[in-house]
């Protein structure tokens, strides 16, 4: 019998062979049946839990195969999200409000999830605003992978003057004089852009734990009951998967997670999966937290940077033997991996290795792929496939189409990436974000893009070739990317024996005008049978979740994405500035500001030291 019934709904089901259905029950956090409304109530008992959808339409929950969830939870309510943010005006009052309440000598950071094109100025703030706004506290913004704005007490807090040095791969500008301006540049290696966000302070456990519960139910409102873990850099394993496993033995996950291991030094690839894979089983774990084999980062030979601002970089030529060391060592020992790549020209390079590699320990159903792939060709599609790979995309060029189609031209961009010969080709191709820096962790600003073919900044992109229908574009985000973890039989559809994963939307993503779809959120978050997230009617079936740490979070502020029109976001500001707390007000358990985060461990001898002579690129990701 049902422990819960969703009754007068609209379900988009997925299957197949029941594709909607009215009602359906769940039982034992699965789904017990899915169909009209009196054979479902069939399963109801007296102690059944019976909600009413008010003929909302509901979906399976959705599963990003591309995000970093573990790092960005760690860091979630120290960031001011200007994701989905309509003007710069209102973006800089935020920033403003924030910074008044942050104590010192705590950061205000912007770090990505935001592009310059969705602004209605279409421009970036400029330095000068930043030290007007923040003349004392240190201000760090994200700008994709392409640049960072500090303001002045920044590169004082980071000791940046005119006698530090050019970083590989990257730009500090300055002034006529050589003093550093506060403009950080990708070159186009991302390295400079994180290792100063590194110098930053950092949540202690407690806070880490309570961030991570804020951002995991902050995916739950729109709708995300699954993630792939992409790794990153400095995510090590296993100390840095503590705040995570923690969270998984309390009972505290919100959302299925598997997670892929990033090897963390340039060099030391080889060693790092050895030793983890000598730790880890294949797929080890269960239906909330399970390995998902290595990647994205298998050897940093083989990383191609997607800031389209600058010109392909092209991969070393020693990257192929490093790579066949890595990649013969994972299919030895059956771990499944993916690979970062964003142009064409690395994967046939990466191709090479892996079709060697396969000849002599055969892949053999070894779930594999490539993450990105936007200029892939119709012919390495059709050697992924051969292969028996996948392609996880992102909505990456939403963000960057602009920069793209500059560089490129508008023909160069129709099929960037090219999902519709992808899926002609018949491989799996699961539907990501890549967030939370290089875009928003938003899922319908990523069907938004899948959809239409634009950007956030409203630039049409792709012709009709290259575009999907919706529901086509919700099976990428739900079924779809189920493969890349290996759990295709238990989630994506709502059929009877899958995981009870669903979430009644705020409106029809099936009906709404096009350009509603990236306000859509989820009102109610259903996963493993229990309720995660509830808003308006559904509230008061959700779990009560402690506010976030420290006090003067910009989560308790502003929360997270801010969709809706300027008018809303204006609005919502001033109803949110009625109930600010004072600037500067101290958390009642842990005392003052000063407490709430630490710095990072002092790296003595200066930027030199700090990055290691510039040989890691683990910020990069």
């Known amino acids: 019998m049902a422990d819960m019934i969703v009754r007068n709904a609209r379900i988009t089901t997925l299957d197949r062979d029941n594709p909607s259905a009215t009602a359906l029950a769940v039982a034992g956090g699965n789904v017990l049946v899915v169909g009209d409304e009196a054979s479902v109530m069939a399963h109801a008992t007296a102690g059944t839990r019976v909600i009413d959808a008010g003929g909302r339409r509901l979906i399976p929950g959705l599963n990003d195969s591309h995000l970093h969830l573990i790092r960005g939870g760690l860091n979630y309510n120290m960031e001011l999200r200007w994701d989905g943010v309509r003007t710069l005006a209102d973006a800089m009052a935020m920033l403003k409000e924030q910074v008044a309440r942050t104590p010192a000598p705590q950061w205000v950071r912007v770090v990505g999830g935001f592009s310059e094109h969705q602004f209605a100025e279409k421009r970036l703030p400029t330095l000068r605003e930043l030290n007007e706004a923040a003349p004392e506290t240190p201000v760090f913004i994200l700008h994709l992978y392409d640049r960072a704005l500090l303001n002045r007490a920044a590169l004082h807090a980071v000791g940046y003057t005119k006698d530090s040095p050019e970083p590989l791969g990257g730009r500090i500008e300055r002034d006529a004089a050589g003093n550093p301006t506060g403009l950080l540049l990708a070159k186009p290696n991302a390295l400079i852009l994180y290792a100063t966000l590194a110098m930053g302070p950092k949540l202690p456990p407690e806070f880490q734990l309570n961030s991570t519960r804020h951002f995991m139910r902050e995916l739950n409102r729109l709708g995300i009951t699954s993630v792939i873990d992409a790794g990153g850099g400095f995510q090590n394993y296993p100390e840095d998967y503590e705040i995570i496993q923690k969270l998984h033995a309390d009972g505290e996950l919100t959302v299925r997670i598997a997670y892929n291991l990033f090897t963390q030094k340039k060099g030391g ?307 949110a500035q009625r109930h600010s707390h004072a600037p500067g007000t101290s958390c009642a358990a842990h005392g003052g500001g000063k407490a709430h985060a630490t710095h990072a461990p002092a790296r003595g001898g200066g930027l030199l030291d700090f990055w290691g002579a510039w040989g890691c690129l683990c910020h990069a990701f």
């Open 269 to 575: 690839e080889l060693a790092d999966f050895d030793r983890w894979s000598k730790m880890l089983k294949p797929l080890q774990g269960d239906g909330m937290l399970r390995h998902n084999g290595a990647g994205e980062m298998l050897v940093f030979s083989a990383a191609d940077f997607e800031d389209f601002r600058e010109p392909r970089p092209e991969l070393p030529k020693g990257m192929e033997g490093e790579l066949e060391d890595v990649v013969r060592l994972l299919a030895q020992r059956r771990w499944p991996f993916r690979i970062h790549a964003t142009y064409d020209e690395s994967i046939s390079r990466v191709l090479d290795v892996y079709e060697k590699v396969n000849r002599e320990v055969p892949f053999d159903g070894l779930h594999w792929f490539i993450d990105h792939a936007e200029t892939i060709s119709e012919r390495n599609i059709e050697r992924v496939r051969a292969l028996g790979g996948g392609i996880a995309i992102q909505h990456r060029m939403a963000y960057q189409g602009e920069y793209f189609a500059e560089r490129y031209g508008a023909a160069a961009t129709r099929n960037t990436p090219p999902v519709r010969k992808m899926l002609a080709a018949g491989l799996p191709v699961g539907a990501g974000t890549d967030a939370t820096r290089v875009a928003s962790y938003n899922p319908w600003v990523s069907l938004y893009w899948l959809v239409t073919g634009r950007t956030v900044g409203g630039l049409a992109m792709y012709g009709d070739d290259n575009l999907l229908e919706r529901e086509e574009a919700l099976r990428l985000y739900t079924h779809g990317s189920a493969w890349f973890s290996h759990e295709q039989d238990r989630k994506g559809v709502l059929k009877a024996g899958q995981y009870a994963d669903f979430a009644l939307l705020s409106s029809d993503f099936l009906h709404v005008p096009e350009e509603a779809i990236k306000d859509i959120t989820s009102v109610l978050t259903v996963m493993g049978g229990r309720v995660v997230h509830g808003s308006g009617d559904f509230g008061p079936l959700a779990p009560v979740l402690p506010r976030p740490m420290p006090d003067w979070s910009p989560v308790n502020r502003f929360g997270g994405y801010q969709g809706g029109t300027p008018a809303q976001v204006r609005a919502q500001f001033a109803q």
